[in-house]
């Protein structure tokens, strides 16, 4: 009887024993946010999301069509991008008829998109020409890290072939904190055809210059925008052959993101979203860089 005793007594102090060391290894547990903060780091490193973006913003000024910056953020923070590089960016609308007047829409949608790193240029303001000042077009970068060495390139009206907007090329080095070399990233909008099927000149005089300032450049660089051109039209083919640049959204129309990246850095997914929020649907390629060993 007391050797009975004496082993269920060993056995309770055994059970108590392994529940107490159980507590102490659960006790301080990961919370759920930070154990999802270290996954998504883990999962990112060495990757960049660049979407590229139209978002019509003389609409958005008017109010019509639905469009507003609420919708255009909502689908790019379910794509998840790093960088965004958007075209027809109206940051502060001056303009009889034109809502939300006083409202910096660059740093709205930033702060919709929880980025604090942004550039903005609009077209130029000395172009006596169509259009008004009010519905001149600008460009910008929001990104989640750093920008520097930034830089603008203004093209006023090109050629008389179509009086369209003047337009523009931003780029800036990114400084990324997931283990990715800094690169150049770059918005552009080349020019539209006009009624009288105007604007290719203008788009091929920009495309070479775009091959002749970056020829020599060896920085990674990406390079979203309207490219207002399908297939291998003048203007592309001397981005993509004489230039040296790839496609990395080679199906998605008249949007495009452009890169020139060395071996060591790779496309590993490109996608469109379809939206109401704009005319446009908003793209994005995936880049992933190998650490050389």
Request: aromatic share 8%.
């Amino acid at each position: 009887m007391l050797k009975k005793t004496l082993l269920l007594l060993s056995l309770l102090v055994l059970i108590v024993g392994c529940g107490t060391q159980t507590k102490q290894i659960n006790e301080k547990p990961i919370t759920p946010n930070k154990a999802k903060v270290l996954l998504d780091y883990l999962g990112n490193r060495n990757l960049v999301k660049v979407a590229s973006y139209n978002i019509a913003g003389f609409n958005i000024c008017k109010g019509e069509d639905g469009f507003s910056l609420d919708a255009q953020a909502a689908v790019l923070n379910k794509m998840k991008p790093d960088i965004i590089c958007f075209q027809e960016v109206i940051k502060d609308a001056l303009g009889q008829g034109l809502y939300y007047p006083n409202e910096d829409r660059v740093a709205k949608m930033a702060e919709l998109l929880g980025f604090k790193h942004t550039m903005y240029s609009k077209v130029p303001d000395d172009d006596s020409r169509w259009p008004p000042l009010h519905m001149r077009f600008g460009l910008s970068i929001i990104s989640r890290w750093p920008l520097t060495d930034t830089a603008i390139y203004k093209f006023r009206h090109l050629t008389d072939d179509d009086p369209g907007y003047p337009r523009l090329l931003l780029t800036a080095v990114v400084h990324p904190d997931n283990g990715l070399p800094k690169f150049r990233i770059a918005t552009v909008h080349l020019m539209h055809n006009g009624p009288t099927g105007g604007g290719q000149n203008d788009r091929v005089i920009m495309a070479n210059f775009i091959k002749k300032q970056f020829k020599n450049d060896t920085m990674p660089m990406i390079m979203g925008g309207d490219y207002n051109s399908k297939g291998l039209s003048e203007e592309m083919r001397i981005l993509l052959i004489d230039g040296g640049w790839s496609n990395a959204t080679p199906d998605f129309g008249i949007d495009k993101i452009l890169y020139r990246l060395p071996e060591d850095w790779k496309v590993t997914e490109a996608k469109i979203i379809s939206s109401s929020a704009s005319d446009h649907d908003p793209i994005q390629a995936t880049f992933k860089y190998t650490e050389p060993k």
